[in-house]
């Protein structure tokens, strides 16, 4: 059974982000608004697709919660849009794929309003040309409280989930043209220096 997505989910969340310290389920078992925890794990997939060693990301985790009450050291709300979702329905809480998340700075000369729009709009161009199990974008970010280390922008937050590391390795591009065609597309409106993507470990805390 899967959790296929008919047509696209948009609903208002919060995501807090720890810098240093690890989100741990066990600190969220009677909060019932949390939805999920991210936390940063072995990079390995994303060194290998990169060609880099010793990646270290500049954040520990996420929670993501349906209510701002949840303390890290910075909180967002965000409007997430669930393009699609076709995870199983799965007992264990934790997702046996693998996830990557990134906090994308736009480029300094857009607009807020032109950064969404391109921003939304690769919706199109990763299904075409990435193969994920699920695709989440976050965009109108506000900061509720703390704020980014220096040189840490967020505009918006991206998820990819890959059903397996196999799926990673051979379906993060779809087609020989696919990181051609991502590049050209995501240059005009990411800035790459700020950016921070991470392979992370999502469990599930709320059904």
């Given at each position: 059974m899967?959790?296929?997505?008919?047509?696209?989910?948009?609903?208002?969340?919060?995501?807090?982000?720890f810098f240093t310290d690890v989100p741990k389920r066990t600190d969220y078992d009677n909060n019932s608004d949390v939805l999920s925890i991210d936390v940063v794990t072995d990079q390995s997939p994303l060194e290998n697709l990169r060609g880099i060693s010793g990646?270290?990301?500049?954040?520990?985790?996420?929670?993501?919660?349906?209510?701002?009450?949840?303390?890290?050291?910075?909180?967002?709300?965000?409007?997430?849009?669930?393009?699609?979702?076709?995870?199983?329905?799965?007992?264990?809480p934790t997702y046996a794929g693998i996830k990557q998340i990134s906090f994308v700075s736009k480029r300094?000369?857009?607009?807020?309003?032109?950064?969404?729009?391109?921003?939304?709009?690769?919706?199109?161009?990763?299904?075409?040309?990435?193969?994920?199990?699920?695709?989440?974008?976050?965009?109108?970010?506000?900061?509720?409280?703390?704020?980014?280390?220096?040189?840490f922008e967020i505009n918006a937050i991206s998820e990819l989930w890959f059903a397996t590391r196999e799926d990673w390795n051979e379906r993060f591009y779809l087609d020989t043209s696919s990181p051609e065609v991502i590049r050209r597309d995501t240059e005009t409106f990411i800035d790459f220096e700020k950016t921070q993507s991470a392979i992370v470990t999502e469990i599930t805390h709320r059904k």
């Open positions: 899967e959790r296929h997505s008919k047509g696209v989910v948009k609903n208002l969340c919060y995501a807090h982000i990646y270290e990301p500049r954040f520990a985790g996420v929670v993501w919660s349906l209510t701002p009450d949840v303390q890290a050291d910075i909180g967002l709300s965000v409007t997430k849009i669930q393009h699609w979702d076709n995870r199983p329905q799965d007992p264990n300094h000369n857009l607009s807020t309003e032109i950064f969404h729009d391109r921003y939304l709009a690769h919706a199109s161009i990763a299904r075409e040309h990435h193969g994920m199990q699920a695709y989440a974008q976050n965009f109108d970010i506000d900061i509720l409280y703390g704020s980014p280390s220096d040189g």
